[in-house]
């Protein structure tokens, strides 16, 4: 004969797994990566903010420069907004000449959003103004320095495919 035992415990708090700790060297480096970053996102937000373009407007730029032509729906899944937010936000873009709709011939009642000239000029001008900030800093490092930034690059690309391609 069997005897099965069954314990009824109360009501358990969903806990987060605490992830291992880092080594100090790595917490020390995603440390300085991160407030650079932060540094350089910052200043590249300003530029766009005094042209006109908001940061929800390029994260949507970039998206549709990946993604290529979007309809709304995808559009507002994509930035977990709900569709009222995202037609708003397509309205403002369009009006500042960043993004265009186009009816689909074989279903008139389909809407794709595309970048539109303007919108590929912002993207542009985002991307020159990080290259040249980015030139500007490496500019102050010794020929010795940039060729370890160079090479500790490679490695952390190689690193990233690595990682990237075991999940």
Excluded at 65 to 79: N, S, V
Aim: glycine share 6%; hydrophobic share 45%.
């Amino acid at each position: 004969m069997v005897h099965v035992t069954r314990t009824i415990a109360g009501p358990t708090k969903a806990t987060t797994p605490t992830p291992p700790p880092l080594d100090p060297l790595v917490e020390a480096i995603v440390a300085d990566v991160q407030s650079a970053w932060c540094r350089m996102r910052t200043g590249a937000s300003e530029r766009l903010l005094r042209d006109g373009v908001s940061m929800a407007h390029m994260h949507l730029l970039w998206l549709l420069a990946d993604q290529g032509p979007m309809p709304m729906t995808r559009i507002a899944e994509a930035l977990d907004v709900s569709m009222s937010n995202a037609t708003g936000l397509i309205d403002r873009m369009e009006e500042r000449g960043l993004v265009e709709r186009e009816r689909v011939p074989d279903d008139r009642r389909l809407v794709l959003v595309r970048v539109a000239p303007a919108g590929q000029t912002a993207m542009e001008a985002l991307e020159l103004f990080r290259r040249d900030h980015m030139t500007r800093i490496l500019g102050r490092l010794t020929p010795a320095q940039l060729a370890r930034v160079h090479q500790a690059l490679r490695d952390i690309r190689a690193a990233y495919v690595s990682e990237r391609g075991t999940r």
